[in-house]
Nanobody
Framework: QVQLVESGGGLVQAGGSLRLSCAAS????????MGWFRQAPGKEREFVAA????????FYVDSVKGRFTTYRDNAKNMVYLHMNSLKPEDTAVYYC????????????????????WGQGTQVTVSS
């Protein structure tokens, strides 16, 4: 497994931006796809975005396409989620997660496909 620590959450007004960071340590970071999930109060954890192990492919849930961008720096063992045009419905605890399968070109959208999770960072968007 890999240890993950998120940062960058906070309170922002609707229309604003935030960048979440996820620092990884442990196993070879560059060999694993990374995912972002979020969980709003009273709701199930949902997939937000994922990036392949090389960074060459990214995937997003429809509700964030065009607003969120994920990218990674394998030299620094970091993955990021840049969020623009934030909406109140984006309010949630955001988690980064590491794929359980190395070098998967198309990372999964199910939380069961990830075996390491960060502690989460709160994102609150006010209207």
């Amino acid at each position: 497994q890999v240890q993950l620590v998120e940062s960058g959450g906070g309170l922002v007004q609707a229309g604003g931006s935030l960048r979440l960071s996820c620092a990884a340590s442990g196993r070879t970071f560059s060999s694993y796809a990374m995912g972002w999930f979020r969980q709003a109060p009273g709701k199930e954890r949902e997939f937000v975005a994922a990036i392949s192990w090389s960074g060459g492919s990214t995937f997003y849930v429809d509700s964030v396409k065009g607003r969120f961008t994920t990218y990674r720096d394998n030299a620094k063992n970091m993955v990021y989620l840049h969020m623009n045009s934030l909406k109140p419905e984006d309010t949630a605890v955001y988690y980064c997660a590491a794929d359980r399968t190395p070098r998967r070109i198309f990372p999964g959208r199910g939380s069961y496909e990830y075996d390491s999770w960060g502690q989460g960072t709160q994102v609150t968007v006010s209207s």
